[in-house]
Nanobody, 127 residues
Framework: QVQLVESGGGLVQAGDSLRLSCAAS????????LNWFRQAPGKEREFVAG????????RYADSVKGRFTISRDNGKNTVYLQMNNLKPEDTAVYYC????????????????????WGQGTQVTVSS
């Protein structure tokens, strides 16, 4: 059973940076994708950033391009989300999600494609 534990959230001011971490356990192979979603109050959970399972392809939501960077340490089964120049509209609960990799270049962006989720970490950005 895959378990995901996020950390690194907090309260920051606009323009600040945060780095989120997600530690995964129970992965049965290296061909899993570990990617990031977020959910703001009253809104649907949305894709933020993701890699294909081999790390050769990345996708970002338009709202975070140029500010957020996803990276992964396979040795630690940990995925990171570096968030720079944070804006109040980035305020949300951030979730890590895991899915089995399919093709080497495919980055799933639909939350329905993910079988495992972390408990989430709150990020609040004040103006």
């Amino acid at each position: 059973q895959v378990q995901l534990v996020e950390s690194g959230g907090g309260l920051v001011q606009a323009g600040d940076s945060l780095r989120l971490s997600c530690a995964a356990s129970g992965l049965t192979s290296s061909s899993y994708v570990l990617n990031w979603f977020r959910q703001a109050p009253g809104k649907e959970r949305e894709f933020v950033a993701g890699n294909a399972w081999n790390g050769f392809n990345s996708r970002y939501a338009d709202s975070v391009k140029g500010r957020f960077t996803i990276s992964r340490d396979n040795g630690k089964n940990t995925v990171y989300l570096q968030m720079n120049n944070l804006k109040p509209e980035d305020t949300a609960v951030y979730y890590c999600a895991a899915a089995r990799g399919t093709s080497a270049w495919y980055v799933p962006i639909d939350k329905g494609e993910y079988a495992s989720w972390g408990q989430g970490t709150q990020v609040t950005v004040s103006s």
